[in-house]
Nanobody, 126 residues
Framework: QVQLVESGGGLVQPGGSLRLSCAPS????????VAWFRQAPGKERQGIAC????????HSAEFMKGRFTISIDNSEHTINLEMSSMKPDDTAVYYC???????????????????WGQGTQVTVSS
């Protein structure tokens, strides 16, 4: 059974850093990519970055380059999102997702994904 569990959200001050983790189960990271999204209240869900382990494919949104980094920790079996220089506009619920119907799919559109975690809240405020 496919499952994704996000963790690491919380309150951080502007300019601070935070690391999120996504723990997948029920599928293999050798064949299926994982993506991070976020959604603020009243706004559309945004793709942040995706990563595919077997072929090294990554894509990332322009707004996160230089501040956010996606990676796979093979020893912990997690997909991590490290965030720095955080801004109030980064406040959102952060989700990880996958699509096991398409091997190594690594896109940034919500409709491309069929399995989602429950989300973890990130709040950037002083």
């Amino acid at each position: 059974q496919v499952q994704l569990v996000e963790s690491g959200g919380g309150l951080v001050q502007p300019g601070g850093s935070l690391r999120l983790s996504c723990a997948p189960s029920g599928f293999t990271l050798d064949y299926y990519a994982v993506a991070w999204f976020r959604q603020a209240p009243g706004k559309e869900r945004q793709g942040i970055a995706c990563i595919s382990s077997p072929d090294g494919t990554t894509h990332s949104a322009e707004f996160m380059k230089g501040r956010f980094t996606i990676s796979i920790d093979n020893s912990e079996h997690t997909i991590n999102l490290e965030m720095s220089s955080m801004k109030p506009d980064d406040t959102a619920v952060y989700y990880c997702a996958t699509n096991i119907n398409r091997a190594n799919w690594c896109g940034l559109l919500p409709d491309e994904y069929t399995f989602w975690g429950q989300g973890t809240q990130v709040t950037v405020s002083s």
